[in-house]
Each structure stands twice: as C-alpha cells, then as structure tokens.
C-alpha cells in the first residue's frame, strides 16, 4: 500500500519523476546515442532520487522500475562503445544489492576490453571523452566494490584511493560537470571519514580539507537553496577544525558573493582576513579584489576596511608598492562613490601617516593614477558649483606625497584653488593661493588672467594692470586670453577695463596673434566705449580723454595699406563724437586733415593739446598717405562747416572759427578744382560778426 504520510507522498513523486525521466531517455536512445550526453546530469539526478527513496516506498512501483530498467540495460546493451553508462545507472539504482552489482562489474569488464581494441575513428570526440571518464569510473567502483567485499584494502591504500577519487572529481569540476564531480567528491569524503584518523598518513587532514574545498566550489556553481546550505555546513566543518582559517574566510566569502544584501557579513569575514593574512603580492591582490567586490554592495565598508588595512598592516610592513596600490585603490572608492559625504579630512590624516612612516613621496606612476582619481572629482564638484569640496579635494592633491607630479601639474592644481576662491567671492583667499605658487607659475598667462579677475573685483587698478601687461607681453601667436580679459571687463561693468584690454589686443595685432576681428572693429568698439566712459563722467576724467587720444592715434597706422577702408571707418567715429563729445569729434577732423596732407595749420582744440601736437608728429613720420577718397573729404568738410553753423547760431564765435577753418582746409584739399572750398568760404564770409 502506498505512503500516506507527507515523506511517503514526497518519495512517491520522485518514483514518478524517475519513471518519466526513463521513458524519455529510452526514447532517446532509440532515436540516437549521440544525443545521450546531454541527458548525463539528468541520469545522475534519477540515480539520486532512487538512493533517497526508502526500499519499502520503492516496492509499489518496482513492476514499473524493473520493466525500464531492462528496456534501457538492453538498449544500452546494443552500443558497446556506451555500455559502461548503464553501469553508473545499474550501479545507483542497485547499491545495496552486490550480487546484481558484481554482474553488472563483469558485464562492464566485458566491453571496457572491446572498448579498449576498438578503433578510436568511429566515436566522435565527445563519445570519445565520455567513454574514458566512464572506464576509469568503471575502474575505481571495481576497486571499490572489491573493498566493500573482501576488505582487502588497509588505510593507507583507502587514502590512496580517496586521493584518486579527489583527482577525478577536481577533472569533472574543471571541465564543469559539476554533478558528477559533486559524486566523486563525496565518495573519496566518505573513505576518508570512514578511517581511524589514526592509521591514515600525515597528510590525510590536508587532502579532506582540499575534498571539502573542492566540493564547496562545486556546490556553488550548481546554484540552489540546498546547495548553498550544504556548502555552509561544509564550510562551518572546517571552522571546528581549525585549520587554515584564511582559506575558510575565503569559501566564506564565495558563498556570500551569491547574496548582494550579506554587506556586513562580508565586511566581517573580510576584517577578519585581513587581520590574519601573510601579506605577500599575491595576498594584497586578493584583498584588494574582495573590497572591489564589497563596494558594489557598501562603498563605506569598503573605505573602512583599506583605511585600516593601510594603517594596521600595510604601513608596519613598509612595503611602499603595496601602500601606494591601496591607497589608489581608497582614492577611488572616494572618488566614484556618492554616499560617503567629504572624507578629505580623513584621507589627509591618513597621507600625513603615510609620510610620516615611510619619510618619502609616491612614485611617478602612482601619483598620476591618484590625481587623474582626484582631477576628476575635482572637476565634477566644479562644474556643479561646490567650490568648497573641489577646493578640498584640490589641497588633497596638492599634498607633499603626491610632489612627484611636477610644477606644471601642481600649478594647474594652485590655480584651480583660486577658481574654487573666485566662485567663492573669497578674494583673501586668492591672494594667499596666489603667493604660495612659485614664481614660474606666478608668471604664467593662466594665472596672471586669475590674478585679473581678481583685480577687477577687488578694484585693485595695479593689479589688473599689471596682469593685463603681462598677458599681453605673452601673447605673441595666441589672444585667447586677453580677449577673455575684455570678456571678463565687460561681464563687471568696467568699460575702461574693456577698452584697456581692447587697446592691448590692438597693440599686439601686429605681432602675429591669432586674427581677431578686423583692426577698424575694434577701434571702432574701443572709441564708442571710451566715449561713453565720458559721458558717464561728471567732471570728465582727464585720463579717459588722453586714452581716447592715444587710441585715435592709433587709427592711422594702416592708413597706405587701407584708405578706404578708414575712411568709413572715421565717418561713423565722426558722428558718433559729435552726437556725444565735440572736443573728440575735432580731434578727428584735425587727423583727417593731418592724414590727407599738406595741411594748413589749424589752432588745437581745447582739450588734447599734446594729443593734437604727437598726432602731427606721428603723421609727418609716416610715408605719404593714399589717395583719401573725394565723397568722404567732402563729407567731413561739409559736416564740420554745418557744426560751425551750430556754434555761430549758438553765440558760440570762437568754436565757430575754429571749426569753420577746418572745414574750409579740408574743402581745399579736395580733387574738385576748389569748387567746394570756394562755395564754403563765400558762406563763411556771409556771416556777420557784429550782433
């Protein structure tokens, strides 16, 4: 009668599961051999479920069992090249029952001699495999079998035999046919544990700590529930024996891979590794490998444990490739992690350690892992305006363990402080970071643009004159910088800075800068600026007016090269002074007329007298202008003439004079046969005077 109980009714689904798994691997072996060993851990799975099932639970279904068992032993029978399968089959299904055992051992003998003759030509390289595990399985269940009968194996023999039995299960675990290497394992396990520990030789302790090791691997690469509870026993064994304690933290912590959420757990089991470890290059590797592994389930754990590794071991050791690998390492669980919060504080405490014990900086190659590590944070604390943690981590890298990266690289560190300062508004700060650079990197166009920057909110009129020479002096083939320092001006409101840039740009632009924009552009921005400072200024800032001088004599430097092109230009600076500055809007009239030549002497303005005096000067030292074109000549004349008019209305007799004689020379100096200059001087003299 069949089992009620929840046992019985368990054993009666794995007789179920067995019989349905030997009808399929009759059907397959009727269709063909060839597809048998992928069926192999299936086999090996129904040989185990039998071995589990009690003889009293098997008798309900033994009809059924016997039928296939004969159906698959005939079958198998029929290809000698795989009859040795039927005996892995025969021999689980029948353990207990040694009469049927050894005839199945001599049948087996039978075609594992025809094996042995056959030609190795007719099996495929898989069949081929498969029939030499299967003899030498063949080999040692004989050898097994005949122990089990007539005891004729003493203890040493048996460790012997177990030790073989390990080799072939380590083979099967190799080539991942795990099932079966679990088999063999527990056999040689079994012969081991069977023996008085006393009789077997020295190194029997060792060979069953590698069965168990081996066996916990194998365990775990077949993934279950019941697989990972028996590598924990297993590994809970060692541990009473007390053997080998860092090869048992190590299956630990196999086990524990396969559970993201065991962070602690592993943290333990690692702390304690760590503590008992000989330290080798091998072993540093390894527990560098196991904190990669824990940060992806604790990065703070991960920093913990370096962090003592460094000071408990490492720094005792003195072996400075092994601190400089660690730390690297502890650089980038910082850097790469989001939930450790500012831990500069606790690196720099740790570096300063560092020094002190080994009394030397890095070297070359691990102090350029660490701040490539380090850069990267620090632009990434940059870009999202946390200057305080980039200023931070900024000094890190700046520590004398890292000295071995060179002036340039420290520079480019010392000048990103001073950024992290700017965006601060700490401009204290800047100037200290500024006098702790060397002179070199003090000098530097990068920092002297900072040290502008910082100027032009300080308002230190010095400093940002200094620092705009010296980026000047350096811009020989690149005015990158200094049109970043007019940008710079401009973004602080400073139009006497822009235009003090702008004119720079222009100094520089003969001496084979990178093209900006075109030379009249330029004036023509620097002149509208200078001219809105003016009007800004009550009084007016006699320094404005010598810069716009300075720069309205710069005008004509190009003046053979590009007449025509200066003569637009000086229309629009024309009426653009005289809808805001007259005194520069006569200023420009006297250049003109300095620029065509020959010309009469005219009074100088009230303002600029020796602005007036060196443009005459420069003018004269010039070779002989181009043709300035008649249209524009009559342009100027004729608008500085209607000005005079407007002083003449305005009571204004003197600048009435003045400007009316300027425009009458300029009509003289046109190429119209003096039509023009005639036609302006009847009106000039049509005015009266006497009012």
Known sequence: M???????????????SVLAFAVKLEKTLRRAIQTLPALIGSIHRSIENIESIPTSAIASKSRDLDERGTTIWNLTSKYKEDATLAVALALGTEQSQLGVT??????????DKRLQHAPQDQFTQELAGMNRRLCKEYQMLRITLLDQEQNVLDAPMREQLADTLFEVGRDQAKKQLYNPALQWLERAYDILIA???DDLGSDASALKNSIMHCQVHALLKESCEENYSRAWDIIHELENEAENTVAVSLLKLSVLTGDPTAAQEYYNVLIQMMRQIHLSDVNVRTILHHVHALKQRNAGLAHTILVLFISERLLVMGEVAWVEKTVVTLLWICTTSTDLGNVTDQLEELL????????????ASATHAAQVLIVRHIEAAYSRGDYEQADSWCCLALHSIFSNSGESNIGKLQRKRMLCAIGKSDFMQCRDIHHQMSKSTQDEPSTQYLSYRVALRCHDLDLATESLNAIGEAAETDSTLLYACVLEAQRNGNRRQVVRALSCVHSRSGLGMTP?????TLLRLITRLLVEELDSQQPQDQDCIDELCNVLDGVWQPVSEDVDRLARWIRCLLSLALSSKVEVAEKIVDQVIAIVGNAKEVGPSDIGDQCVSSAKEVTLAKQKPGHYPAEELEWIATTAFNRAVDFYCASQDDACRRWAGKAISL?????????????????????????
Request: glycine share 10%.
């Open 352 to 363: 300063n350690g560092v020094v002190a014990r080994s009394n030397s900086a890095f070297g």
């Open 2 to 16: 069949a089992p009620t109980t929840k046992a019985g009714q368990k054993d009666n689904k794995k007789l179920e």
């Open 516 to 520: 900006g924009p075109h030379i009249s």
């Open 667 to 691: 009509a003289n100096l046109g190429d119209d046969h003096g039509q023009l200059h005639e036609l302006l001087q009847n009106k000039y003299m049509g005015l009266a005077w006497d009012r």
């Open 102 to 111: 050894e005839q199945i051992i001599e049948r087996a003998a039978f075609y």
């Open 195 to 197: 023996q008085d520990q």
